[in-house]
């Protein structure tokens, strides 16, 4: 893979890290926090995460942690979208949807090596 394009991945996951922590620190001090938001933005966090680490690493099984990370951004995203009257929370499944479609790139490249 080309560096720029891990470069992309790396970018792609740490912005929805970023904003999936955001949305836990947000949430976790709230009035009404919301368990099940936290829960989806904990899991795409940690899925991010690793897939980063993964990618750094120039690990063997990235399609693995890849394809669990698009299943997990992907649910984070629609909890998000509940929540699409409160912009950070619209804004943070935004992101996690892109690094989805970013995800799904990488999946795809990982199958045809």
Known sequence: MILQQTDNFIKSCMKAWLLC??????????????SVLISKCR???????AVVGRLISNADD?????FRCVLDCNECFEECEK?????????????????AYMLKKLVVV???N
């Open 43 to 49: 899991v795409c966090s940690s899925s991010c995460f």
């Open 21 to 34: 922590q955001s949305c836990i620190h947000t949430e976790t001090v709230s009035a009404k926090p919301r």
């Open 83 to 99: 929540y699409s009257n409160i912009e950070d929370i619209e804004y943070c499944g935004q992101v996690c949807l892109d690094c």
């Open 62 to 66: 990235i399609q693995e942690y890849a």
């Open 110 to 112: 990982s199958n045809l």
